[in-house]
């Protein structure tokens, strides 16, 4: 085997890997609200939403390989890579695309410990941004768009942030107050189930939407590493394997459920009732299809989360917890910065070391720092048979409290 | 500036549209229960609730708001899958149709 072809085997590996992080730390958008109204068991509604992420990811049949072209330059119009970085096989891009895959995955795991939800979208553009400002400096990066359409880091992941809660928790806000207006007098026990299958619904459509989108990400990356190694040459379409590959690992994360994350949003930032739920999680799927139908994606992550927020101030009696909205904000705020410092300083190690032992310590560090972090997860393990304990204080589950249960 | 001109008129498109899907169609869902639940259902003299069905207008209306619900959902479906082909959905006369990207 080649060195050549050992670095696009890493480039390959790691990108899976992130779809695997970007399945678990997702999960919870859809299906916290259903959790924590019992309308489908933990188990059940992780099963649900993987499913409905293969389904989502096999339906990306146009998949855009112009994946980076929204925030760097490393890729030309139709989605090829540079050509000054495609000698020796397309090395600096693939060592550049390694160092932002590794920067993505660190911070979600980092933020899946700390079970805050935060973008994994915005993990992995953080990564790439930081990776290519080592590799081509400040002008690498393009801030801003040219003014005909949203562009560039400002227009495609700063503002997104900032307007995206705002958005969904307004909508979700008054779609609780509605519904509760509307339903809240009835007998509890004769409308709950028909809001179940409204959350039902509405999970199932989100965690779609969330194949298609998120699963196309990594495809295009996979792909883009392809053509710059030249193994591959066509900009239209992607390998057929490289769909199933990605398909099934993000849905195996989805089904892995990110634990931690899905009981800060189910329990941690308010309580949640059935008619609240449903309003919540229709709330999220309007906002991301509605969003990328007019072709200004937000994240799902923040949408969700500023639905289940705005759906707690909308209810009258609800109980906000707003220090634990507090950490989550900061957790969004610090996503692109520290997913590029660490995407930054991969690449300088997998630069400056010759050869194929610089991409060699980047895989031995990310194997560590994953490893490490899974490791300090397992003194407080956080799983299907505690998600739903009373918050007390923090995400984790005392333990006089879950020997009660 | 162009790209902050671009991004909230989108954010303020999303908003109205947003609004009235994302917190319209789940009032409407729950108007539909609200329907099919019956009135409230008044406690007897021994302490058991009487347990009253709905009647046919009741349970039309409901029929109604569902169907709009569900309309909403096929759109959404049809956004997901028309994304996913690299397609997008146009609305004449409120029917839905997949047609190239502009």
């Known amino acids: 085997m080649t060195a050549a072809l050992l670095v696009l085997l890493f480039v390959i590996a790691t990108a899976l890997f992130f779809d695997f992080t970007n399945g678990f730390h997702d999960t919870g958008n859809a299906v916290a609200a259903s959790i924590a109204t019992g309308a489908l068991k933990p188990k059940v509604a992780v099963a649900l939403s993987a499913v409905m992420n293969l389904v989502g990811a096999f339906l990306s049949v146009a998949v855009a390989l112009t994946v980076t072209n929204a925030v760097v330059r490393i890729q030309g119009d139709d989605g090829a890579p540079m050509p000054e970085l495609v000698g020796n096989h397309g090395h600096a891009l693939l060592v550049i695309l390694l160092a932002g895959l590794v920067g993505g995955i660190l911070w979600n795991m980092f933020t899946w410990l700390l079970g805050l939800p935060s973008s994994s979208s915005h993990a992995l553009f953080g990564g790439i941004i930081g990776a290519t400002i080592a590799a081509q400096g400040w002008d690498g990066v393009k801030w801003f768009g040219d003014g005909t359409k949203i562009d560039g880091v400002v227009g495609k992941i700063v503002m997104p942030a900032v307007l995206s809660p705002v958005i969904a928790g307004v909508i979700a806000l008054t779609g609780t ?27 199932s459509l989100m965690s779609l939407a969330h194949g298609t989108n998120d699963a196309q990400k990594t495809m295009g990356v996979i792909t883009l590493a392809l053509i710059a190694y030249g193994s591959w040459d066509d900009t239209t379409s992607i390998p057929f394997w490289v769909k199933v590959i990605c398909a099934l690992a993000i849905a195996m994360g989805t089904y892995l459920g990110g634990w931690r994350i899905i009981r800060t949003l189910s329990k941690g930032l308010v309580d949640i009732t059935r008619p609240q739920g449903m309003a919540a999680d229709g709330a999220s799927s309007a906002v991301i299809l509605t969003s990328s139908h007019l072709g200004f994606a937000l994240s799902t992550t923040q949408v969700a989360s500023g639905s289940i927020l705005g759906s707690g101030v909308g209810r009258p009696g609800a109980h906000v917890r707003w220090s634990v909205a507090g950490r989550m904000v900061l957790a969004w705020l610090l996503t692109l910065p520290s997913a590029g410092v660490v995407g930054a300083a991969m690449w300088v190690v997998g630069h400056q070391i010759p050869g194929v032992w610089g991409p060699l310590a980047v895989m031995a560090l990310l194997l560590v720092g994953a490893g490490s972090m899974y490791l300090r997860s397992r003194q407080h393990v956080i799983s299907h048979h505690n998600v739903g304990e009373v918050w007390d204080g923090g995400p984790q589950v005392r333990k006089s409290s879950s020997r009660v249960a | ?29 729950a108007a539909g229960v609200r329907l099919l639940a019956g009135p ?43 994304g996913g082909m690299g397609k997008e959905v146009t609305f004449d006369h409120l029917i839905p149709a997949l047609v190239p990207k502009s």
Not at chain 1, 182 to 201: C, H, S, V, Y
């Open chain 2, 40 to 82: 409230a259902a008044p406690v007897a003299e021994d302490d058991s609730e009487v347990v009253r069905r709905p009647g046919l207008p009741q349970r039309v209306l409901a029929g109604v708001c569902f169907a709009v619900v569900l309309y909403g959902v096929a759109v959404g479906i049809l956004i997901v899958v028309g």
């Open chain 1, 177 to 203: 107050f509605l519904v509760h207006r509307l339903a809240g007098k009835g007998d509890p026990e004769r409308t709950g189930n028909g809001f179940r299958w409204g959350q039902i619904g509405a999970a």
């Open chain 2, 1 to 29: 500036m162009e790209t902050l001109r671009l991004v909230f008129s989108a954010a303020w498109e999303i908003l109205w549209v947003g609004l009235l899907l994302g917190a319209g169609l789940p009032a409407v869902f």
